[in-house]
């Protein structure tokens, strides 16, 4: 392609823009992130990891692609804090990590990794700072976006779809 306009290109952008379809680019490298930087999407992908671990019941949140999903929402938000704000906090993260272990999240040990979090949890109903905020955002997004996929789904959850069972296997709330 010369880079050029051609006639084709501007009528599918006409028919698109006419009726109300919106063009979506490709991202600049294939398997790259829309919204974050290859850096703070590693580090999202690490802390959903952590909160979803994968088990001997069912695979994690990395398996469930649930950094992708928040990557591909956050791209998506129409309000600019909506998408500042998953900055904001992961840059929180990686300054309270180096101010408790003098080195950014990723390059912390697991013990380290989960000792974070654990400090982060703590005041989770009354988080106070920028860091504690964003973790509480950050795990419930983390259990929406886990539990709608396939994996928390099916895996997880066990859930079999719509299907007849022959006899009542719940709880009997009597």
């Known amino acids: 392609?010369?880079?050029?306009?051609?006639?084709?290109?501007?009528?599918?952008?006409?028919?698109?823009?006419?009726?109300?379809?919106?063009?979506?680019?490709?991202?600049?490298?294939?398997?790259?992130?829309?919204?974050?930087?290859m850096e703070e999407f590693a580090l999202l992908d690490k802390l959903t990891d952590l909160i979803i671990p994968a088990d001997e019941h069912s695979p994690g949140a990395h398996d469930a692609a649930v950094a992708a999903f928040i990557d591909k929402t956050v791209a998506e938000a129409f309000l600019p804090e909506d998408k500042t704000s998953w900055q904001k906090g992961l840059a929180a993260v990686n300054q309270l990590?180096?101010?408790?272990?003098?080195?950014?999240?990723?390059?912390?040990?697991?013990?380290?990794?989960?000792?974070?979090?654990?400090?982060?949890?703590?005041?989770?109903?009354?988080?106070?700072?920028?860091?504690?905020?964003?973790?509480?955002?950050?795990?419930?997004?983390?259990?929406?976006?886990?539990?709608s996929s396939s994996i928390g789904i099916h895996n997880d959850m066990g859930y079999l779809g719509n299907v007849i069972l022959d006899k009542f296997a719940g709880y009997e709330a009597t």
């Open 1 to 37: 392609m010369d880079g050029n306009l051609h006639r084709r290109d501007l009528l599918k952008l006409f028919t698109a823009a006419a009726f109300g379809t919106t063009l979506q680019l490709p991202a600049a490298e294939p398997g790259a992130p829309l919204f974050f930087t």
């Open 97 to 147: 990590s180096t101010a408790t272990s003098q080195k950014p999240f990723l390059e912390t040990t697991p013990q380290e990794q989960v000792a974070l979090l654990m400090n982060l949890a703590a005041n989770e109903e009354k988080p106070q700072t920028e860091a504690e905020k964003f973790f509480t955002q950050l795990k419930e997004t983390t259990a929406f976006a886990y539990y």
